[in-house]
T-cell receptor, first 117, second 111 residues
Framework: NAGVMQNPRHLVRRRGQEARLRCSPM?????VYWYRQLPEEGLKFMVY????????ESGMPKERFSAEFPKEGPSILRIQQVVRGDSAAYFC???????????????FGDGTRLSIL | AQSVTQLGSHVSVSEGALVLLRCNYS??????LFWYVQYPNQGLQLLLK??????LVKGINGFEAEFKKSETSFHLTKPSAHMSDAAEYFC?????????FGKGTRLHILP
């Protein structure tokens, strides 16, 4: 089974551009989570999605950030009008069951390293 | 809100020596606890997890951790360090639909 696939692995954008990060969950997983990792920091939760639904976006910045998980295709984390402070590693995780079954851990992708020039 | 504190952002041990990475958590309910390892430019890999039952949990690569409710701790240990253990280690606790991570401890192995 392929793991959680994220692309691109590295993304460079200039200030003001848009960044699109993609995540394909593991086969059979319909629950997707996005986390952000700043230098010297642990991962911080951003958003939890199921197919076509945003369940919890309590960790998402109020502006410029959005996420979707369409019926077909990967989950997308979109950052509009990027700024230097958006430079970070963005990780996607997936699980086969709802969070109430957290004895089943989330499986993480290798991340997208976003650099803003 | 739950939180995780990892003592020591960097820990150095000699090859063959005991590894001890410390983690304390705060939780108002019985927690699910995890240790993850991150190698450079990679994602997180689950080392071990505590849900219920036995408080000493064995994981991959010879690591284990003990849940101590009275101390709100979940320290990670390995009897004998190997060069390949050099990585960053994250302690984490579950909260609703998310995982709360500590800031991580970078483990250095000295030859």
């Amino acid at each position: 089974n392929a793991g959680v696939m994220q692309n691109p692995r590295h993304l460079v954008r200039r200030r003001g551009q848009e960044a699109r990060l993609r995540c394909s969950p593991m086969k059979g997983h319909s629950h997707v989570y996005w986390y952000r990792q700043l230098p010297e920091e642990g991962l911080k939760f951003m958003v939890y999605l199921q197919k076509e639904n945003i369940i919890d976006e309590s960790g998402m910045p109020k502006e410029r950030f959005s996420a979707e998980f369409p019926k077909e295709g990967p989950s997308i984390l979109r950052i509009q009008q990027v700024v230097r402070g958006d430079s970070a590693a963005y990780f996607c995780a997936s699980s086969p069951r709802p969070p109430g079954f957290l004895s089943q851990p989330q499986h993480f992708g290798d991340g997208t390293r976003l650099s803003i020039l | 809100a739950q939180s995780v504190t990892q003592l020591g952002s960097h820990v150095s041990v000699s090859e063959g020596a005991l590894v001890l990475l410390r983690c304390n958590y705060s939780s108002s309910v019985p927690p699910y606890l995890f240790w993850y390892v991150q190698y450079p430019n990679q994602g997180l890999q689950l080392l071990l997890k505590y849900t219920t039952g036995a408080t000493l949990v064995k994981g991959i690569n010879g690591f284990e951790a003990e849940f101590k409710k009275s101390e709100t701790s979940f320290h990670l240990t390995k009897p004998s360090a190997h060069m390949s253990d050099a990585a960053e280690y994250f302690c984490a606790v579950s909260e609703d639909d998310k995982i709360i991570f500590g800031k991580g401890t970078r483990l250095h192995i000295l030859p």
